[in-house]
């Protein structure tokens, strides 16, 4: 029961975000005048209120949850996973930084192919900078809360860790079918990410490095989106 609810929970939320669109449109409230940066400033606010509370209810229904809130023991050892470069003999941090570092040249490789396929690298404009950063920010947290913290914390002390790992990673990698990547590259890159993810905040019991690795990602997708409309 315990899965299923929060499995069903995550779908449930995941299937509002990728819906959000079709309604934020019709709320006529204009913080800026560009009308593609308003909608999305207006998306990065359903989605944190949605995070804040999908944390709620995960305090509520798993009170040891709100524990990853933190950023974590970053200073302890990664697990070996071979696959992911991790050797088992060397601390969060290192590997974190690692990490960060070959999943952002992925990411940025695929952005830059992506902006430049459409012909919008001359497009880049001072103005994006602060919207970047409160996008990313934003986007970041609020999914590490969702997919990491809502389901880590959810199930990490009742069923077996790997099985945790792949909830996590399917749940977060689906929605980005119609995501940034989108299609089924989109799914592949976000599953992978979502699994490297949710085994950082598994093991130092924390959101600290999977935040930051994510909101890297994220200011290079948020980055080629704005070049790109």
């Not at 003999?89 to 974190?96: A, E, L, Q, V």
């Not at 396929?117 to 934003?138: G, Q, S």
């Not at 600290?208 to 790109?228: E, P, S, Y």
Request: avoid cysteine.
């Amino acid at each position: 029961m315990r899965i299923f609810l929060t499995i069903l929970w995550v779908v449930i939320v995941s299937l509002l975000l990728l819906s959000a669109n079709t309604f934020l449109v019709k709320i006529d409230v204009n913080f800026v005048d560009n009308k593609f940066i308003n909608n999305l400033f207006k998306y990065q606010l359903l989605a944190l209120v949605i995070a804040t509370i999908t944390f709620f209810i995960s305090w509520k229904f798993t009170p040891e949850s709100k524990f990853l809130l933190t950023v974590g023991n970053i200073d302890t050892l990664a697990i070996k996973e071979s696959w992911m470069g991790i050797n088992g003999k060397s601390s969060w941090i290192r590997n974190g930084i690692q990490l960060l570092f070959f999943i952002s040249l992925a990411t940025g490789i695929f952005m830059f192919l992506a902006v430049k396929y459409t012909n919008n690298l001359p497009n880049f404009k001072f103005y994006f900078i602060p919207w970047i950063v409160i996008f990313a920010l934003l986007n970041s947290f609020s999914e590490e809360i969702i997919f990491r913290l809502a389901v880590n914390g959810n199930l990490m002390n009742y069923i077996p860790k790997l099985r945790v790992l792949l909830i996590s990673a399917i749940l977060f990698g689906l929605p980005h079918y119609q995501g940034y990547p989108n299609g089924i590259m989109g799914v592949i890159m976000a599953g992978v990410l979502g699994y490297v993810l949710s085994k950082a905040t598994y093991e130092t019991e924390g959101i600290g490095i999977a935040w930051t690795i994510h909101f890297v990602q994220d200011l290079i997708i948020f980055t080629a989106l704005l070049m790109m409309n």
